[in-house]
């Protein structure tokens, strides 16, 4: 795969956290199985789980190529999150979530600085 070979190590960091983030959400997109529900029902509802994994492999693609962009990009999801769960969630669910979107952002930010 010609696209992933660069010689800044820092790119290559957050482009392979992205990578093992969407692997992450593809693993938790599995839970749709332990209920009682047709096959059909069972296939809608993994697919509707995958589109976050698709949404996620899709920006890291597109922030190898655009490092700059793609620091704004993911510190906005994070950001994000954190406001909309800031309420609901234990502050472990955003080290957990919005922590490798926020450590991804540093990573492409200092990657789009090295390159210059």
Known sequence: MQMFRSSNKWLLAATGIGIFYALALFVFAGDVF?????VTQAILNLLLHLIPTAIVLFLTVFAHRFPLAGAIIFAVIAIIYIITGWANLHWSAHVL?????????????IAYKSDK
Do not use: E, R, W
């Not at 332990?34 to 047709?38: F, G, I």
């Not at 979530?97 to 930010?109: D, E, Q, R, T």
């Open 34 to 38: 332990k209920n009682d529900q047709t």
């Open 97 to 109: 979530v919005a922590g490798p979107l926020l450590l991804m952002s540093i990573l492409y930010v």
